[in-house]
């Protein structure tokens, strides 16, 4: 092991070179000498309409061809405009190669890719396509039948975990739009997956309710609270209170618009003094009460 | 105390286990030690066996010969009019209430938890008001808890 480090790290004289590496190893050497006495020769830039440049160049590798798309139309162009050849075709690699088998019964050729393909067994002809998964918004979004709007929630998870909330609407992402309403138990619009809320069997009848338009997953999104302080600004001498967040006005607002409708609902309840107990009251479970066995 | 309630032919049983959970049939035959020979014509119980671990023996029995096929169970069943007397029996009527609490919805649950608060307050009140009438007429009374 050591002796392979020394060697890796002094290039050992006696060690027999590659021919090639011997070449390159004086044309560095040469090069640098130049360097040192001021005589090398700087390679002229290559200007690619300028005549000199030739369909190498272009076509260098993948990308540098892509990034000279219009050099390469041009070039085209002027090539088509002279009368010469363009030097357009390029070699691809064979994907499939015949090769002979020796032995008796083995078929004598068989046709080998090149390139091992994914998910390959020799004897699938052509290896199976997995379907792409798509993308997040293109999901099919599954909603228990139960959550239908103007049902009545317990909330599982969370800060309001044990309250009670009347669904508005099912959002595009596959979340739920839910308000307290905000005076009963200090819910404010907001979303929260299906997973985490079971639904009851009382239902508000909340088709009269007009939720506004530009309530949707967007409107929802955090907005960061800290801002990167400022390479010119100095830093304060006093301790900044940390950011907390704060409804915006148009939160506010919009609050207050579905709320009112949906308490102008619960009003038309049968039960309504009831109903406004219920909302404000949380849920909880007593002696010989087990979820499971529960209707809700 | 010598028991009252056997299992015999014609004894009349609650169901408290497997698809006929809630219902009432009557005993036929005794086809072994653990396990019986049940027929309910008139409460929706086909006539099979039953496990005796999954039934309950009632006070009922209705008057048939030991064997009897399905009609004979029936014509006693109409004679007794077991269908009235078990809707009248507390069992029954217990067996109601607890399949109706278990049936009730979260909202529902809410509303008969007030109720009871608001009962438990009105008894209270009067049972004090009473023992203050009673005990202490003219001490200090027991402070009543507002309705």
């Known amino acids: 092991m050591v002796s392979s480090k020394v060697a890796a790290a ?8 590659r021919p090639s590496k011997v070449k390159s190893l004086a044309k560095y050497e040469a090069k640098k000498k130049a360097r040192a006495a001021g005589t090398l020769k700087k390679k ?7 005549g000199t440049a030739t369909w190498k160049v272009v076509y260098k590798s993948g990308t540098w061809r892509f990034v000279h798309r219009p050099t390469e139309n041009k070039l085209k162009a002027k090539a088509k405009a002279e009368g010469k050849p363009t030097n357009e075709t390029r070699k691809f690699k064979k994907s499939i190669v015949v090769k002979p088998i020796k032995g008796e019964k083995n078929g004598e050729t068989r046709e080998v890719h090149t390139v091992k393909r994914k998910a390959y067994y020799p004897t699938l002809k052509t290896p ?12 099919k979004r599954n909603i228990r039948p139960t959550l239908t709007p103007g049902t009545i929630v317990i909330l599982l998870t969370g800060v309001h ?6 669904l508005l609407k099912t959002l595009d992402t596959g979340l739920l739009l839910i308000t307290g309403p905000f005076i009963l138990n200090a819910i404010p619009m907001r979303r929260v997956h299906q997973g985490h809320v079971i639904a009851t069997k009382t239902k508000l009848d909340i088709s009269s309710v007009k939720i506004p338009e530009e309530i949707d997953d967007k409107y929802f999104k955090r907005t960061l609270l800290k801002k990167k302080p400022k390479k010119n600004e100095s830093k304060s001498l006093f301790v900044q209170k940390p950011k907390t967040y704060r409804p915006t006005e148009k939160r506010k607002s919009d609050q207050k618009l579905v709320d009112a409708q949906v308490l102008d609902v619960i009003k038309k309840h049968k039960d309504k003094k009831s109903f406004f107990l219920y909302l404000s009251s949380m849920f909880g479970l007593r002696n010989n009460q087990y979820p499971h066995r529960m209707q809700f | 105390m010598p028991f009252k309630r056997f299992v015999e032919t014609g004894r009349v049983v609650y169901v408290v286990d497997g698809p006929y959970k809630g219902k009432i049939c009557s005993i036929v035959d005794c086809i072994d030690q653990k396990t019986v020979l049940v027929d309910g014509p008139e409460s929706g119980v086909p006539r099979s066996k039953m496990r005796i671990a999954q039934i309950h023996l009632t006070k009922f029995k209705i008057n048939f010969p030991y064997n009897g096929s ?4 029936r014509q006693a069943w109409i004679k007794a009019d077991l269908n009235k007397l078990w809707i009248q029996s507390r069992w029954a009527e217990k067996a109601a209430n ?9 909202f529902e649950r809410f509303k008969l938890k007030r109720a009871r608060k608001v009962r438990n307050k009105i008894r209270t009140n009067v049972y004090k008001a009473l023992f203050n009438k009673t005990y202490c007429p003219k001490k200090k009374t027991v402070k009543t808890a507002k309705a």
């Open chain 1, 10 to 17: 002094k290039p050992d004289s006696s060690k027999k070179l």
């Open chain 1, 44 to 50: 002229p830039k290559q200007n690619l309409l300028s």
């Open chain 1, 128 to 139: 199976k396509k997995h379907r792409a998964r798509g993308l997040f918004k293109n999901h």
């Open chain 1, 161 to 166: 975990k044990g309250k009670r909330a009347v």
């Open chain 2, 70 to 73: 399905t009609r004979t169970v």
């Open chain 2, 98 to 106: 607890r399949e109706k609490r278990a049936s009730l919805g979260d």
